[in-house]
């Protein structure tokens, strides 16, 4: 079984940024920081920013939109 570390990883070379969302509903993954720091710790250059996605009562919050900045 693929570690989650490297799901995100493969995700993040396949579409450039991955959300804590994305990581759910996608893999499964409810720990994305975790995975995000094991990643760092390899020396995997990611960075991240707060963006703005709607509530389900409409109102906007903030969440983590990693980005890879460039491979090994």
Do not use: W
Not at 4 to 19: F, G, N, P, S
Not at 27 to 34: F, P, Q, S, V
């Amino acid at each position: 079984m693929e570690t989650q570390a490297k799901q995100v990883l493969e995700h993040l070379r396949r579409y450039d940024h991955i959300t804590s969302m994305e990581a759910i509903e996608k893999y499964g993954i409810t720990r994305l920081a975790a995975c995000i720091y094991d990643l760092k710790k390899l020396g995997h250059e990611i960075a991240k920013e707060f963006i703005s996605v709607p509530t389900r009562s409409g109102k906007n919050t903030y969440v983590a939109k990693y980005n890879l900045q460039s491979e090994n």
